[in-house]
């Protein structure tokens, strides 16, 4: 069941559940009122399609990532990614329950520009240790960024708002990724990952970013890697959760929505770009992935 779990969309998760939120859309949730989100979690099996990040200032829950169970309480940051399958087993003190959520795309990342390589280096690292007692100080420092979030949603009226809570973002992730760095200088790498497998899948993301425009043969990259197809696709689903094809899918999707969003090639012109045989199997290829065609996508951005 596990395997087959559908990854539900942030879109997905806000018309499931409704609560307050200090900002929101399809590509991120801002919150300081997530016990409504933690209530609904209960007796659920669920995945997000995006990253999410909980800091517990009040209250104990426990919660099992990927059928590990961990217990989350005061100044803990919670960390997952859009791999893990998430169960939430109880929450031990309800009324005291209180927890700051950030829940971002992977799309939105990329438009942010947070450096890939970065967050591929300490995601390797971090999914097996996704629950960490973090200081009194670095709490002040998460607390006061919601604030400013709070304050810029509530009070600015700017044309360019939504622009500069997308910066605040920013500063968010980059204060979240500085303190879960600590960590990750002090995790072995022997935490069922070896050495050998993390040089494999930094190298294969490496190449994939180098090539993906014009290669989407996983036997291409494994043949640049030294190692079969078969041997890469078992250890990148072991490593990241996914195989080496729906890796090349992920950057090809995602190159093709930003050219679609950001620039005026018309649709054979990104096919080309990206080393489609035709428009036609470009618009296949897109909509198998996304539902929509590319002309579909590129009207609803534009809107």
Known sequence: ?????????????????????????????????????????KERTYRFNAYMFNVCVGG????????????????MLF???????????????????????????????KRLNIPYKDLMDMYIKIKNHPCLSIEEKEIGYI??????????????KGIFKNKIIEGLLSSFLYTLFDILNKFVEDIS???????????????FI?????????????????????????????LLKKVSGKTALEWIDNFVILESKNMLAYTQN???EIANNLNFNNQSFFAKYFKHHTNMTPREYRNKIVI
Request: charged share 30%; proline share 1%.
């Open 189 to 203: 790498l022997n935490d069922s990952l070896n050495a050998r497998q993390e040089k494999v899948f930094k190298d």
């Open 79 to 109: 960390f997952s990614t859009p791999e893990n399958i998430l169960q939430l087993e109880e929450v031990i003190e309800q009324k005291d329950l209180k927890i700051y959520t950030i829940i971002v795309s992977y799309d939105l990342l």
């Open 143 to 156: 607390l006061d960024m919601f604030k400013i979030t709070e304050n810029k949603e509530k009070y600015y």
């Open 60 to 75: 104990i829950y426990r919660i099992k990532v990927d059928s590990k169970e961990y217990k989350v309480y005061n100044n």
């Open 266 to 268: 018309n649709i054979q």
């Open 1 to 41: 069941m596990d395997y087959i779990l559908k990854k539900n969309s942030i879109k997905e998760l806000r018309n499931q559940l409704k609560y307050d939120s200090i900002y929101e859309n399809d590509d991120m949730i801002i919150s300081s009122n997530t016990v409504e989100y933690i209530n609904f979690l």
């Open 206 to 234: 490496n190449l994939l970013k180098t090539y993906f425009r014009n290669e989407r043969s996983v036997k291409f990259y494994a043949e640049k890697l030294c190692i079969t197809p078969k041997y890469l696709s078992t």
